[in-house]
């Protein structure tokens, strides 16, 4: 596991750049109670996603729309959203002791 931030970091739908594995930035998002975290910068033109805006869909799903040319995903599978054209990659999180960790895959 890797150490991303303190819960006490995270305002709710306030997205916060956090630093992963090998130094990429990953973008952390709270919602509803749940902690998140994708990829930190935009796939479509490399703008950073925690200058972005964190919400819902009209289903109550968390999303996180870019700053720059307002794609959006779907926070809990990185689903593309109205414009955006391509997936958001997204990490497993697990919250212990008051740190949020970003869960390898292996």
Request: charged share 25%; proline share 8%.
């Amino acid at each position: 596991m890797h150490p991303l931030c303190k819960v006490s970091e995270l305002g709710e739908d306030a997205p916060l750049e956090c630093e992963g594995p090998g130094g990429e930035a990953v973008v952390v998002v709270r919602s509803d109670g749940r902690f998140f975290a994708a990829e930190g910068v935009c796939p479509h033109q490399g703008a950073p996603l925690a200058d972005g805006e964190a919400g819902v869909d009209e289903n109550g799903e968390p999303t996180l729309t870019c700053c720059l040319h307002f794609w959006s995903w779907r926070l809990a599978d990185g689903a593309p959203l109205e414009d955006a054209e391509e997936s958001l990659r997204v990490f497993p999180v697990r919250e212990e002791g008051g740190t949020l960790y970003m869960v390898s895959d292996g």
